[in-house]
C-alpha cells in the first residue's frame, strides 16, 4: 500500500508538472504586417481582421471573368504561384487570398476558423473587390477554387451564396473530414504542448520539407520550401492555432450536397492525404460535376503539375463561357 501511494505521489507530481512547464515556455504575440511580401501584395481589414491578398489581371486582354483561389492548411497565395498569372493572361481577375491566421493575413487567438464563417469573411473581401471594378464587371460571378482545407471553404461559400458564384473547382478538396477535436487536445496543457511544438521544433527547414515531400510526392526545392516556411515563422502563429483547433470545422455535407452549380473536381492520383477514393465520392455528391484526375501528381497538383493543371482549368473555364 505504502509503494502504491508513492507510485501514485510520483505520476501526480509527473501530471502536475507536464501540465505546468509548457505554459513557461513563451509563444510569440501576433503582429501586423507593415510590409509587402510580394510586389502585388494588397491588405485590407474586413470585418475586425487584416487580410492578405494578391490580384492578377492581364495587360493585354479584357477580364472575361473573375477566379478566387484559396490555399489549404499550412498554406498561402504562393501556394497558386505557378496558376495564377497564366490565368490572368487568358482574360480573368485572379485573386489570391491568405486566411485568416496563415500566409501573411492576421493572427487572432479569437477568429471563428469554422468554413461559414471564413466564408463569410471572404463573401465580405469579394464585395469589396466588387466595388473597385467596372459596372461590367462586377455583374460578373466569381469562379471559387479551393485547395484541400480551401475546399470545404469555397464550397462553403457557394452554399451561402450561389447567386453570386459562377462555378465551384474542387481541387484534392478536404469535404469529408471530421470536425470531431480529438479528445487531447481537450485538455489545454495538451494544447499549449503543440503551441510550443510548433514554434519551437516543427516551424523549421526540415521539418517543411518533409511535410511537402509527402504533399508533392516528390522532394522540394529549396524555394518551395522557403516559399512556405517564410509565412509561417510569422509571430503569433503557433499562439493562434489554439483557435484554429477550437473553432475549425467544416459545413454538413448535406448541405454541400445540395449546391445546383457547375463543379469542377481536380484531383492528383497518387495523393497520399486525401486518397483518390475521396474524389470519386466527391464526383457523386453533385449532379452537375466533371472530375479529372493528374497522373504521377500528389496532393498539390497545382504545384506539382502546374502546365497539365493550368490546362484543365482553362479548358473548363472556357466550356462554360
Not at 111 to 139: C, G, K, P, Y
Not at 241 to 251: A, D, E, I, P, V
Request: aromatic share 10%; charged share 20%; with cysteine.
Amino acid at each position: 500500500m505504502k509503494i502504491l501511494k508513492i507510485i501514485f505521489g510520483l505520476l501526480l507530481t509527473v501530471f502536475v508538472m507536464m501540465s505546468i512547464i509548457p505554459y513557461l515556455v513563451p509563444l510569440t504575440r501576433p503582429n501586423e504586417i507593415h510590409y509587402k511580401p510580394f510586389e502585388n501584395s494588397n491588405f485590407i481589414v474586413v470585418e475586425d481582421v487584416q487580410i492578405h491578398y494578391r490580384i492578377y489581371h492581364s495587360a493585354n486582354k479584357a477580364p472575361t471573368g473573375k477566379l478566387l483561389m484559396v490555399h489549404g492548411l499550412g498554406g498561402s497565395t504562393y501556394s497558386f504561384e505557378k496558376n495564377a498569372q497564366v490565368i490572368a493572361d487568358e482574360g480573368y481577375i485572379v485573386l489570391l487570398v491568405d486566411l485568416p491566421g496563415f500566409g501573411y493575413s492576421q493572427r487572432l487567438e479569437t477568429f471563428d476558423h469554422s468554413q461559414e464563417n471564413r466564408s463569410e469573411v471572404l463573401w465580405s473581401l469579394l464585395d469589396t473587390m466588387d466595388s473597385a471594378f467596372s459596372e461590367e464587371i462586377r455583374s460578373k460571378k466569381w469562379h471559387l477554387a479551393g485547395h484541400s482545407m480551401g475546399g470545404g471553404t469555397v464550397a462553403a461559400m457557394a452554399v451561402l451564396y450561389p447567386q453570386n458564384t459562377e462555378s465551384l473547382i474542387l481541387i484534392d478538396a478536404a469535404l469529408n473530414e471530421t470536425n470531431r477535436q480529438s479528445v487531447l487536445f481537450k485538455y489545454p496543457p495538451a494544447t499549449r504542448w503543440l503551441q510550443v511544438a510548433l514554434e519551437r521544433i516543427l516551424i523549421r527547414q526540415d521539418f517543411i520539407s518533409d511535410f511537402l515531400s509527402s504533399a508533392y510526392g516528390r522532394q522540394p526545392s529549396m524555394e518551395e520550401v522557403t516559399g512556405y516556411l517564410k509565412p509561417l515563422e510569422l509571430s503569433g502563429t503557433a499562439r493562434s492555432f489554439k483557435g484554429f483547433l477550437r473553432t475549425s470545422r467544416n459545413m454538413e455535407i448535406e448541405r454541400i450536397q445540395d449546391i445546383e452549380l457547375p463543379v469542377f473536381i481536380v484531383w492528383g492520383e497518387e495523393d497520399l492525404w486525401i486518397p483518390i477514393d475521396e474524389a470519386y465520392k466527391t464526383d457523386d455528391l453533385f449532379d452537375n460535376s466533371k472530375l479529372v484526375t493528374i497522373e504521377k501528381s500528389g496532393h498539390c497538383p497545382m504545384e506539382t503539375h502546374p502546365m497539365q493543371f493550368n490546362t484543365f482549368l482553362m479548358n473548363w473555364l472556357s466550356d462554360l463561357n
